[in-house]
């Protein structure tokens, strides 16, 4: 019999006895009833050694009173999950892109971040991309020339490889395409592609797509461009002079945004775009007279384009000067007061119906913040005037108004893109688009190089500074369903 | 070198001021002789007279003239700028009393003229002449001091001239010896203690020093001698530390007569001075400077008797109370709250980037949070990773985060527990044991190395490391292997443990074992036989090189294989030679590379000037095809220059040119050599290079940069890298790799949260640790093949820094060892060499209670008298005894 003592983690077992005629394993035993570890999981440390079940004491080698050191939990084994973690390392590069949260940047091929921001912001427009997928229809109508096929095909190509890669993509068959249409765009100066207009660009785009899948459209999609970019004016045409007085309509994918010495805001500049004076012959007069045009919206766009005219055509210089006037721009526009009368009455339900969602959502939260019947009492009166609303709904179908749970527009719109300006002339500095992910996360499109940035950052693109300022602003419809 | 130049440059230094005025003197002697005033005039003709007299046949005459002759000039006076008066007006007639004197006979006049003309050559004696002492010798020997300072210094600078060209000539130097004795006993009384040790280097000497100290100057004299050494040649630097220490016991100065017993590596001193201190306080003392220096050193029956006390002192070398004293340094501090990677990336203080999606596992950035964490939280014993509440181990978190990282990823995350919980050694083990079960194989590697994490620095008398990966290493999976290999090498690192070779050595020869398994059981037995010059391991090594074939030498990891044969003989210095001799016979490929790691390993931390300019000669050489040995020869410049702060400024300048002219490897090693010789040193001159680099168009010297910025913030917490890294992340948030470096380099600043050095160095930058250095060179050579070693699957090299790893604190505590808060000073430390009288150690101080947190560069003293510390040095673990003269203030 030898007395040992035997630390286990923080604690000391003193006088164990050890009976030397017994296996080693009798003695695990005796510590399993103290410690709980099973014998198989003990492991007792002798002099920078192991002892086995089946030792030999007198070969151990241990002395009376000799301190011994058990290591050994009763924990459980460690077990890898069934599934791990899949890691992005391993991934495809398309999931790799939905990861990083962001589709890939565009390679600046000379001269062409003009039409890498344009199609960046483009790009953020999952119908157009939708669209896109749809083209060329099975049967191919003879209406769309080759020339504009093909640069449709290759936009749909490049959209689609945005989305697959996390590297930048050269957009090499887009701009042979877009040059081939458009030959304006093939100006060289002194043997280089010259720097071109982005407005110009994404016209000319807009208007090819639009133009090439209105073709292949069958039935009510007939003209799905103009659906989600066209915005339908009507404008009274008015001579002060005469007294003449006509009404006209026309269809146009974006709004102009006048800058003059008193416009500041994006809203005023607007307004002022939508009123302008025109000469023309006067049937009555029999001369050419001053008419006022006052347009108005009477249809609006799932997406709204806005573009900041600062450019204009300096005669001195011959090029496109720029207007560095600052004009903020909201990260969300609301353009009921620039709605025709038809239109201001057709959104005035989903209007309210978004208010007081939005009412709820802010009411929700105080009430699940407070417990107390007063609150409880308040809210039941601020529901008054809801299911109002909801009563004059349900009354809706009756009058004609598209059937339930149909998204509605609301005149009311956020900010998904940016597509920017920085340098002294149209054709020349540097164009960045700043787009919105689906994730709410804003990024940057320096043409390869995605980069993220704050959404307060983005409303300070405004301008009046040699900074990059916006030059066109893209809002998507903040709609409701019904 | 130094101070034999800085003798002879004394001496001529002391002449020109004498000289110069003089040349003007005898112009104007001439014109301005009316301009004296009355009282010159007097004396002047005062002593033209003496000499006239001195030169007359009657000899009583004679005497009276040379007696006040005498008396004259020692009476004189003067400033320090102009000569006194009577050697002035003695000028004219030197050469007069010179002749004279050649035709005197031999009598005491004679000699008594001698003495005048000695003191006279002072400033009339051509140079080189050595007129001055020439009439010493042939002069009576009279009290040498009664000429003052200036008299005996000049003399001194001739002896030592004189000495030199006896030497040449084997002349015979007793006459010589005689007036250095006298010297060396004035300049000994007189507060000039460094003219008298560089006197008796002169002449080879140094014995007469002990006869001379007291207890007034010894501890200056030895100061003046302990740092001089590091400028001196070998061997007359170990017999400088030699007198040092004998100084040092003669007059019961233990502690640090056990400091030079340790710069020397010299044991038998230790356990004399065991032997001799029979103060059972001062011995515990004793244990703790010892474990500070991570040497295993056993304490046997023949050093002390009693079994009870062995065994406490024992278990105090042994490290035993380092945990204990760290967290009771971390509760002081309020740090003990675990914090995790996101805490230490600060993301939200960057300007506008989140960083990525971040709804994916990156195996690569979940590795870097793993080594992060792992640093930050070292030693605290809890973290928000890896350790769980007992309650969650279902499915708990702990094993989350284990499988969220990949393949061998998940050795280093094991192993990371094993940094946690350091220096723990009972929970450390507890907590390990259930990954020993594991059935992934790198899961149990990483459990196997963190075994060897957690003993690190640390032994425990079951030796349980030992008994614990024993077995794993004869595994067949070589993962296993490699982390038992390098468990083992981390815990006995600097044991040289017999059984731990007869399990290594085995390994270098089979030939059946992969390079990567032989490459670490090289490092571990160069860890576990750091310093050691053993032949056997060293032999096993060189055949394991030379069978191997050479594209098995082209492997990144072959590099180690030389490395650990350099540490054998790490700061050996001569002692290589044999080795680096039979090394030239090695493959081409590698013997190169071969040599430069030798020469670096065998001459690191001893400030060896040649040795620097060899290693900046290879740097200079243009490479031929692919050679690699440019970066160990950068690594050796930074290896060697860090002992002392001249050369380590020196070597400084020395990489920043090299970064202009050098060639791409060399530029890819420079930012990890300016990271060892800052180490936990944030100079700023050396961040603004390092931040520089770290934008630098090549990515390996931007990640060598990053990492570097990690070492020389390591564990200080500064504001200035941390902002730059956060800078960085921002900038490289979409490499991968580079990310991973800053990421690491994160962990590093925030090195147990701040309170953790690397660096080798400690009681006050005397000593340097061989286990210390031993684990940052391997770690950064490693670093010189960043992509295959670092970025590939052998990240867990960087958990060699565990080696390095000390807290930087001072922890007072009382006679029974429990912590004892005391006022401290603490300031920016004052080099007080060779300073009179007892100057202030320290500027710009502030005063803390212990325990304390001491940067770079710090040094504490008490602020209470109350106490008296055992160790002249507070660093670390510092015994307080009570003052017994101690008078409380009213």
């Known amino acids: 019999m030898l007395k040992v003592s035997v630390k286990w983690q923080k604690e000391v077992f003193s006088n164990m006895e050890i009976d030397t005629t017994q296996p080693p394993y009798v003695f695990k035993c005796q510590l399993y009833d103290l410690t709980g570890v099973p014998p198989e999981r003990q492991k007792i440390v002798v002099k920078g050694g192991l002892l086995k079940d089946d030792a030999d004491w007198s070969k151990v080698g241990i002395k009376e009173g000799q301190k011994l050191m058990m290591m050994g ?84 190509e490049l959209f689609n490889e945005l989305d697959k890669n996390v590297r930048p993509v050269a957009p090499v068959r887009f701009l042979t395409a877009l040059r081939s249409k458009y030959p304006q765009f093939a100006q060289l100066h002194n043997g280089v592609y010259m720097q071109q207009d982005a407005e110009e660009c994404w016209t000319q785009l807009l208007f090819t797509l639009s133009s090439a899948l209105r073709s292949s459209g069958s039935g009510e999609d007939a003209d799905a461009l103009k659906k989600f970019f066209g915005i339908d004016l009507v404008s009274r045409i008015h001579c002060p002079e005469s007294g003449e007085e006509s009404m ?17 805001h994006l809203h005023e500049g607007l307004k002022r775009g939508l009123k302008s004076e025109l000469e023309k012959s006067s049937p009555s007069l029999g001369r050419s007279a001053v008419y006022t045009k006052d347009s108005r919206i009477n249809d609006l766009p799932r997406y709204l ?65 407070s417990s107390t019947k007063d609150n409880d009492v308040k809210m039941t009166d601020a529901e008054g005037p809801s299911n109002a609303s909801g009563d004059s709904s349900v009354s809706a179908p009756g009058e004609g108004a598209p ?49 993220p940035q704050r959404e307060e950052d983005i409303t300070r693109l405004s301008g009046g500074g040699d900074w990059h300022m916006a030059y066109i602003c893209m809002y998507k419809a903040r709609d409701i369903s019904i | 070198m130094a101070p034999a130049e800085s003798n002879s440059g004394g001496a001529t230094k002391e002449q020109p001021p004498v000289k110069a005025p003089a040349k003007d003197l005898k112009k104007k002697d001439e014109k301005k002789d009316e301009d004296l005033s009355e009282e010159d005039l007097a004396l002047k003709q005062q002593l033209e007279l003496y000499v006239e007299r001195a030169q007359d046949a009657d000899p009583g005459l004679q005497k009276v003239a040379l007696e006040s002759m005498r008396e004259e000039i020692r009476t004189a006076t003067s400033s320090m700028t102009s000569v006194p008066k009577p050697l002035k007006f003695l000028r004219p007639h030197y050469a007069t009393l010179q002749a004279h004197y050649e035709k005197m006979s031999d009598s005491d006049l004679k000699k008594l003229l001698a003495d005048i003309l000695s003191v006279l050559a002072l400033t009339m004696s051509p140079e080189g002449e050595r007129e001055s002492l020439k009439y010493r010798l042939l002069g009576s020997d009279g009290d040498i001091g009664s000429w003052g300072h200036e008299y005996v210094r000049n003399l001194a600078g001739e002896i030592s001239q004189e000495y030199s060209k006896r030497q040449s000539e084997e002349a015979p130097i007793d006459d010589l010896m005689d007036l250095v004795v006298q010297i060396v006993a004035f300049h000994m009384k007189h507060n000039a203690e460094p003219e008298a040790v560089d006197l008796l280097m002169e002449v080879e000497d140094l014995d007469l020093l002990v006869e001379h100290v007291d207890s007034t100057n010894f501890k200056r004299t030895c100061l003046y001698l302990t740092s001089s050494a590091k400028y001196l040649p070998g061997p007359d630097d170990m017999l400088v530390l030699d007198i040092a220490h004998s100084i040092y016991m003669k007059f019961e100065e233990y502690p640090r007569a056990l400091q030079i017993a340790l710069y020397l590596d010299n044991f038998q001193y230790v356990s004399e001075l065991f032997q001799r201190c029979e103060d059972p306080l001062k011995r515990q003392q004793f244990c703790f400077i010892l474990a500070r220096h991570g040497v295993s050193f056993e304490l046997t029956e023949s050093i002390i008797a009693d079994d009870e006390e062995r065994e406490a002192l024992q278990n105090l070398i042994n490290n035993t109370k380092l945990n204990e004293g760290y967290l009771t340094l971390a509760r002081d501090i309020e740090v003990m709250e675990p914090k995790s990677p996101e805490d230490i ?22 590795l870097a949070a793993t080594f992060v964490n792992a640093f930050v939280n070292a030693g605290f014993g809890q973290d928000k990773l890896m350790t769980v509440p007992a309650e969650a181990s279902s499915g708990g978190s702990s094993s989350s985060w284990l499988f969220k990282n990949k393949e061998h990823g998940k050795a280093s995350a094991a192993a990371s527990l094993g940094m946690i919980m350091l220096w723990d050694i009972d929970s450390g083990l507890a907590q390990l044991d259930k990954y020993f079960h594991a059935s992934d194989t790198h899961v149990v590697s990483g459990a196997l190395l963190g075994v060897g994490i957690v003993n690190c620095n640390v032994t425990s008398d079951c030796d349980p490391a030992l008994a614990l990966l024993a077995e794993y290493v004869e595994k067949e999976d070589a993962s296993i292997k490699i982390g038992a290999i390098m468990g083992l090498g981390l815990a006995h690192a600097g044991s040289q443990n017999e059984q731990v070779r007869s399990i290594l050595m085995p390994l270098l020869l089979d030939g059946r074992s992969s390079v990567d398994v032989i490459a670490f059981a090289a490092i571990a037995l160069g860890l576990v036989y750091v310093g050691s010059c053993n032949e056997d391991v060293a032999q096993n090594i060189v055949l394991a090189l030379m069978e191997r074939s050479e594209a098995e030498l082209g492997d990144p990891l072959a590099r180690f294989l030389p490395l650990g044969l350099g540490l054998l003989f790490l700061g050996k210095q001569e002692n290589v030679e044999a080795t680096a001799e039979v090394s030239k016979t090695f493959n081409e490929k590698i013997r190169k590379h071969c040599d430069m790691t030798l020469l670096s390993c065998a001459y690191a931390g001893t400030g060896n000037v040649l040795k620097v300019q060899h290693f900046l000669g290879q740097c200079a050489q243009h490479l031929e095809k692919g050679e690699s040995y440019q970066g160990p020869a950068v690594l050796g410049i930074a290896m060697v220059a860090m002992a002392e702060e001249l050369g380590l400024e020196m070597a400084i300048r020395s990489l920043e040119h090299l970064l202009q002219y050098g060639e791409q490897n060399i530029r890819r090693a420079v930012p990890l050599a300016l990271g060892l010789l800052c180490i936990s040193n944030p100079k700023v001159n050396v961040m603004d290079t390092l931040s520089r680099l770290s934008h630098d168009t090549d990515s390996e010297v931007a990640m060598s940069a990053m990492i570097s910025l990690g070492l020389i913030g390591a564990g200080t917490n500064n504001a200035r890298i941390a902002g730059m890294l956060r800078n960085l992340s921002s900038y490289y948030y ?15 600043v925030h090195l147990g949260k701040g309170l953790l050095t690397l660096s080798p160095y400690h009681s006050e930058r005397f000593l340097m640790s061989p286990t210390a250095l031993a684990g940052l060179v391997v770690m950064l050579h490693a670093c010189l093949d960043m992509k295959a070693l670092i970025l590939g699957k052998y990240h867990y090299v960087l958990y060699f820094l565990v080696l390095a790893m000390q807290p930087r604190m001072l922890l007072t505590v009382d006679e029974n060892l429990k912590p004892l808060s005391v006022p401290v000073r603490v300031g920016q430390a004052v080099d007080v060499v060779g300073q009179a009288g007892r100057p202030k150690t320290i500027t710009g101080f502030q005063t803390h209670s212990t325990p304390v947190l001491l940067a770079a560069g710090d040094r504490a003293e008490l602020a209470t008298e109350k106490y008296i510390p055992l160790s002249p040095i507070l660093e670390g673990f510092v015994i307080l005894k009570e003052n017994p003269d101690y008078k409380e203030e009213s």
């Not at chain 1, 069934?82 to 790799?96: L, N, S």
């Open chain 1, 305 to 369: 384009t806005v573009q900041f005219v600062r450019f204009f055509w300096k005669r001195e210089t011959n090029q496109k000067a720029k207007i560095l006037r600052k004009v903020d721009y909201p990260l969300s526009l609301d353009v009921y007061d620039l709605c025709s009368d038809d239109l201001c009455k057709r959104l005035e339900v989903p209007r309210r119906l978004l208010r007081d969602e939005e009412g709820k959502k802010a009411g929700l939260k105080t009430n699940e913040s």
């Open chain 1, 73 to 156: 939990t009763a924990d459980e084994i460690v077990k890898a999950p069934e599934k791990g973690p899949i890691f992005a390392e391993d991934m495809p590069e398309e999931e790799q892109a939905v990861a990083v949260g962001h589709s890939a940047g565009l390679v600046n091929l000379g001269n062409t971040c003009y039409m890498n921001s344009t199609l960046q912001c483009l790009h953020s427009v999952p119908e157009l991309k939708s669209a896109l997928i749809q083209y060329p229809p099975p049967v191919r109508s003879n209406t769309v020339d080759q020339s504009s096929h093909s640069l449709t095909v290759a936009t749909r």
């Open chain 2, 345 to 366: 990336y600060k993301a939200h203080l960057i300007e506008g980037r989140g960083s990525g999606g971040g709804t994916v596992d990156s195996a690569r950035q979940n």
């Open chain 1, 403 to 451: 059937p339930e749970k149909e998204k509605h527009l609301t005149g009311i719109y956020d900010l998904v893109a940016v597509l920017t300006h920085k340098g002294r002339s149209a054709d020349s500095g540097h164009y960045v688009a700043w787009v919105k992910q689906e994730n709410g996360k804003w990024i940057q499109f320096d043409d390869d190089n995605p980069i």
């Open chain 2, 734 to 748: 979409k490499d991968a790799s580079l990310l991973f470096c800053v990421r690491i380099a994160q962990g590093l």
């Open chain 1, 248 to 264: 006209e309509t026309e269809s146009v994918y974006s709004l102009k945004c006048h800058i003059s010495q008193e416009v500041n």
